[in-house]
Nanobody, 114 residues
Framework: QVQLVESGVGLVQPGGSLRLSCTAS????????MNWYRQAPGRKRKWIAG????????NYAASLEGLFTIARDKSKSKVYLQMDSLNLQDTAVYLC???????WGQGTQVTVSS
């Protein structure tokens, strides 16, 4: 079964950090670029970061450059999103996506609140 499953602690204070994980199964993970998206309440889903198959190339939404870091571990079939200096506007459901496979994870809620 082709699947992406996100995980990560969901509540963090403003200024804090959080790392999300996404575990892939059912397809050859190392052959596919991976993306992270987020969807805030009442807003459209937005792309935030992408990483190449080798992990050498990463791309970020302009507003998140230097704050978020995407990485992957092919031995674990995982892609990560390290998020630093979080603020209230980062509250959203975060989803991983394999674009060439057309597979979405179910999403994980991240809430930034004091």
């Amino acid at each position: 079964q082709v699947q992406l499953v996100e995980s990560g602690v969901g509540l963090v204070q403003p200024g804090g950090s959080l790392r999300l994980s996404c575990t892939a199964s059912g397809f050859p993970f190392s052959m596919y670029p991976m993306n992270w998206y987020r969807q805030a309440p009442g807003r459209k889903r937005k792309w935030i970061a992408g990483i190449s198959t080798t992990g050498i190339n990463q791309n970020y939404a302009a507003s998140l450059e230097g704050l978020f870091t995407i990485a992957r571990d092919k031995s674990k079939s995982k892609v990560y999103l390290q998020m630093d200096s979080l603020n209230l506007q980062d509250t959203a459901v975060y989803l991983c996506y394999a674009p060439k496979r057309g597979v979405w994870g179910q999403g994980t809620q991240v809430t930034v609140s004091s």
